[in-house]
T-cell receptor, first 110, second 117 residues
Framework: GIQVEQSPPDLILQEGANSTLRCNFS?????LQWFHQNPWGQLINLFY???GTKQNGRLSATTVATERYSLLYISSSQTTDSGVYFC????????????FGDGTTLTVKP | DTAVSQTPKYLVTQMGNDKSIKCEQN?????MYWYKQDSKKFLKIMFS???????INETVPNRFSPKSPDKAHLNLHINSLELGDSAVYFC????????????????FGPGTRLTVL
């Protein structure tokens, strides 16, 4: 089955620092999403990004589908960015089934 | 005007009981999902429905039975609850599924934390 690997598993930053989270996947994908699970457990949509680059405020994401990876950039991090970041991918041979990575736990210290 | 809602938010019950979790979406989406998040935060798909029809059933014990009375609702009934069923259950929806399309973007409910004692 598809493998989705996220790195690093844990990341601790000082407020104001920048970071890059990575998601590698083992096969061609139809869809890729990035989510932020906040400390209250809510899963918040960040990006729908099967290919290309998108930006939303301090966050941006790039997916290079041909090389099977996606990157999430967080700039000028804030304490409210803390939580777990997940990427979820859907194989083009397995329509409707999204596989989540194990997540990156981000802690931003004041 | 919550997009995807779940009830209850918390559910504490004894082993062996039967319980249901309800999910409703007001986004007009055709596809709905159930996911399970275990204590290590791993998220795994359980079921998905498109237009009330089951499209994904991921080797889930048959004690779990989803029911979709209409496109806006997907309920999860669990029989004979076991300790290992303790988890957070998330419902999600998307306009469509399969293929490269922004209509396949999934939106999640707030989760139901199930604790089996």
């Amino acid at each position: 089955g598809i493998q989705v690997e996220q790195s690093p598993p844990d990341l601790i930053l000082q407020e104001g620092a920048n970071s890059t989270l990575r998601c590698n996947f083992s096969d061609s994908v139809n869809n890729l999403q990035w989510f932020h699970q906040n400390p209250w457990g809510q899963l918040i949509n960040l990006f729908y990004i099967p290919s290309g680059t998108k930006q939303n405020g301090r966050l941006s994401a790039t997916t290079v589908a041909t090389e099977r990876y996606s990157l999430l950039y967080i700039s000028s991090s804030q304490t409210t960015d803390s939580g777990v970041y997940f990427c979820a991918v859907e194989l083009n041979t397995n329509a409707g089934k999204s596989t989540f990575g194990d997540g990156t736990t981000l802690t931003v210290k004041p | 005007d919550t997009a995807v809602s779940q009830t209850p938010k918390y559910l504490v019950t004894q082993m062996g009981n039967d319980k249901s979790i309800k999910c409703e979406q007001n986004l007009g989406h055709d596809t709905m999902y159930w996911y399970k998040q275990d204590s290590k935060k791993f998220l795994k798909i359980m079921f998905s429905y498109n237009n009330k029809e089951l499209i994904i059933n991921e080797t889930v014990p048959n004690r779990f039975s989803p029911k979709s009375p209409d496109k806006a609702h997907l309920n999860l009934h669990i029989n004979s609850l076991e300790l290992g069923d303790s988890a957070v259950y998330f419902c999600a929806s998307s306009q469509d599924y399969g293929g490269i399309s922004a209509y396949n973007e999934q939106f999640f409910g707030p989760g139901t934390r199930l604790t089996v004692l």
